[in-house]
């Protein structure tokens, strides 16, 4: 059965700080890892889609990488920015069939100003 | 435009009543999900559906019943209740049910059962 951990699971920065948030999960065998953002009181956001052949995504400020062997993923988010706290989730995809995800607990991140 | 909204945002109800969530897509997806989300913040998988017909049912227990009229809709109906169905409902949708899709989510229905 397919697990994902997401540490920290809480995270206070200042403004203007590069911060990582790490992601593992148990069975390699995955399809894809997806990074979401949520807001408070609202639905999550896609940021990026990492295809199991793919080794990193980049979208503005954010970029995340995929290590399938070792079980791991990464979100670097660069040039911190208050409007950047939400809980970001980290997801993997388990098949070609269904998009069925299997989401981690998260990651709680307050940005400072 | 809301790409996938989903009434009621909150409810609140007795043990043993049974209600409905409702979810619409405007993005011309053919794939929808139903995923819960407990106290502890995991989100769940419960129901796909693919051009109205279920494709994934994540043993949840059949007091759940998804109904999806056209493919742009995706109903939740519960039956009977419980407390330990309090948690927010969320409604998503995908291009389609092939993998490597970005999952567009509703803001979520809270449900309160008490």
């Known amino acids: 059965k397919q697990e994902v951990t997401q540490i920290p699971a809480a995270l206070s920065v200042p403004e203007g700080e590069n911060l990582v948030l790490n992601c593992s999960f148990t069975?390699?065998?995955?399809?894809?890892l997806q990074w979401f953002r949520q807001d408070p009181g609202k639905g999550l956001t896609s940021l990026l889609l990492?295809?199991?052949?793919?080794r990193e995504q980049t979208s503005g400020r954010l970029n995340a990488s995929l290590d399938k062997s070792s079980g791991r993923s990464t979100l670097y988010i660069a040039a911190s920015q208050p409007g950047d706290s939400a809980t970001y989730l980290c997801?993997?995809?388990?098949?070609?069939?269904?998009?069925?995800?299997?989401f981690g607990g998260g990651t709680r991140l307050m940005v400072k100003p | 435009d809301t790409a996938v909204s989903q009434t009621p945002k909150y409810l609140v109800t007795q043990m043993g009543n049974d209600k409905s969530i409702k979810c619409e897509q405007n993005l011309g997806h053919d794939t929808m999900y139903w995923y819960k989300q407990d106290s502890k913040k995991f989100l769940k998988i419960m129901f796909s559906?693919?051009?109205?017909?279920?494709?994934i049912n994540e043993t949840v227990p059949n007091r759940f019943s998804p109904k999806s009229p056209d493919k742009a809709h995706l109903n939740l109906h519960i039956n009977s209740l419980e407390l330990g169905d309090s948690a927010v409902y969320f409604c998503?949708?995908?291009?389609?049910?092939?993998?490597?899709?970005?999952?567009?989510f509703g803001s979520g229905t809270q449900l309160s059962v008490l």
């Open positions: 990492i295809q199991s052949s793919q």
């Open positions: 997801a993997v995809g388990l098949n070609n069939a269904g998009n069925m995800l299997t």
């Open positions: 069975d390699s065998a995955i399809y894809n």
């Open positions: 559906y693919n051009n109205k017909e279920l494709i």
């Open positions: 998503a949708s995908s291009h389609s049910a092939g993998g490597n899709e970005k999952l567009f």
